[in-house]
């Protein structure tokens, strides 16, 4: 009809009668259940993140001081470890595996031999487990985090093994013919005998973790490395502080497994963390902690 203008229908919108009268912001509603947000912050704090340089150092120094507090502090026990040093040796004898006397022995023959192992038992626990925190930060550190978890939880828990199981090394037996090769052949700077012996409980053997943190060493390059040579020498380097620690008398080869066992609750942790092993993760982080702002993620 003329002079009329035929309006214009309104589309059908099916509408939420609890949003049908909110004001159209542009954003998605927020979720407001208090579980979801936990669950997204859970989900959040569980997610690798790059790590930040200060606060692992902080982390690290508080971590391992603390570690040294509380192993030197466990009440040394001497009777009891002495009574403990004595049941580990007849266990080893009835299995037809107590060899440590003849290796120390063997070694302490050769000089510059049990010298060497000296040092690198005084030495080596400290450099090359730094040295591969330092190289996942640097070159993995989607891993990292994953990798100090498995760290930090090995040690915690052996931490217990001091307290509940204090044990004498080989060296500190009575009636036994073992060499303390540190106070034979002056090692300086040892703590496991002469002037500094004071300073560390010397009844703390079991679990190793000369061993513990050796074999967490050699599984993270062997797992993450990417060229035979680095993985070769990871898995030597657990095999090289086994021989040591016999040699040069201050653990029994038992104590090596109670801190590969303590390595194993570790990684079980870090794994129930994080939903994989460090090796699993990605390279590189997905997310940058202070922004927020993702990352490419990397095989």
């Not at 203008?5 to 259940?33: L, N, Q, Y």
């Not at 982390?59 to 403990?84: D, F, G, H, M």
């Not at 007849?90 to 070694?107: D, I, M, Y």
């Not at 703390?204 to 035979?228: D, E, K, Q, R």
Request: proline residues 7%.
């Amino acid at each position: 009809m003329e002079g009329r203008t035929a309006a214009t229908p309104s589309p059908m919108v099916d509408e939420d009668p609890d949003t049908a009268h909110a004001p159209d912001t542009g954003a998605a509603p927020a979720d407001r259940s208090p579980r979801s947000a936990r669950l997204a912050r859970l989900k959040e704090l569980r997610s690798p993140r790059r790590p930040r340089i200060w606060f692992e150092i902080l982390l690290i120094a508080v971590s391992y001081w603390t570690y040294s507090l509380i192993r030197n502090a466990v009440p040394e026990q001497k009777a009891q470890a002495l009574r403990n040093a004595d049941w580990i040796w007849e266990t080893q004898k009835s299995l037809g595996l107590a060899f440590e006397e003849k290796v120390n022995h063997a070694a302490n023959s050769v000089t510059w031999l049990i010298v060497s192992m000296n040092y690198y038992y005084a030495t080596l626990h400290f450099i090359v487990t730094i040295g591969v925190l330092v190289w996942l930060y640097r070159w993995h550190p989607g891993r990292y985090a994953a990798g100090r978890l498995a760290l930090f939880a090995t040690t915690g828990v052996a931490l217990v093994g001091y307290y509940l199981y204090p044990l004498a090394p080989p060296r500190l037996m009575n009636g036994q013919d073992f060499i303390d090769t540190v106070l034979v052949h002056e090692t300086w700077g040892s703590m496991a005998s002469g002037d500094l012996k004071n300073m560390s409980n010397q009844y703390a053997a079991m679990p190793s973790m000369h061993m513990g943190w050796s074999f967490w060493c050699g599984l993270i390059i062997f797992a993450v490395a990417t060229t035979p040579w680095a993985k070769i020498l990871g898995l030597l380097y657990p095999a090289a502080t086994l021989v040591v620690i016999v040699a040069t008398a201050n653990h029994f080869w038992l104590d090596a497994v109670g801190g590969i066992i303590c390595l194993a609750f570790g990684f079980a942790v870090s794994y129930a963390w994080y939903a994989a092993l460090p090796h699993q993760l990605p390279k590189i982080p997905v997310r940058e902690p202070a922004r927020g702002r993702l990352w490419p993620a990397k095989a």
